[in-house]
Structures are given as structure tokens and as C-alpha cells.
């Protein structure tokens, strides 16, 4: 369980989030790479929260840092899922079509 306090102040518990998605990687022949980021050692999780709210997690492997979250667009939340090879649930399916050219 984490909870986070997004800007506006609202505060996400990504245990009562309705969904969740994890990010994509690729092995650069050394590391699993994410795509989300583009990096080995920052990663971030899309969450949906159980009033419609889409967030990302942040986290990092690097000592000393700490997760936090950002609330972002539905377009933003899209584009997140097909980058990371996720497919599109109902309410962002509209987006789809101006994301992929």
C-alpha cells in the first residue's frame, strides 16, 4: 500500500486504485530497459483510481529517493498504455486514433 497527495491535493491509495498497469521494458543485451522512462533505474506504474482519477507512480532504484505521483490527462493516460504496449480500456478509446498515426 502507498498513498500519495497529488498536487490539487487530492490523496490516491493505489491498494483501493481500480486498476493498475506496469511498464513495459526491453533488454538492451544488459539491462531491462523501461519504456515508460527509457532508463533501467526509474520506473513508473499507471494507476486508475476507483473515482476515474489516472495517476502515475514514480519510483526509482537509486538510494535516497522517494516514490511519488502525478495526476495526468486522459490523452496523457493513452499514450502512457500504448507506449507501453497496454491496450486501451473504454473510457480512453476515443484518444487511440489521434495518439497512432
Known sequence: MARFKLEEGAIVDT?????QWD???EWDGRNHISKATG???T???LYKSAKGRYYIVHSSQWQGSRDH??????????AWL???EHELPEDLAEFEGEIIE
Do not use: G, P, V
Open 15 to 19: 491498494d483501493r486504485a481500480a486498476k
Open 23 to 25: 511498464e513495459a521494458s
Open 39 to 41: 532508463d533501467q533505474f
Open 43 to 45: 520506473h513508473e506504474t
Open 69 to 78: 505521483a502525478e495526476e495526468i490527462s486522459l490523452r496523457d493516460a493513452a
Open 82 to 84: 500504448l507506449k507501453n
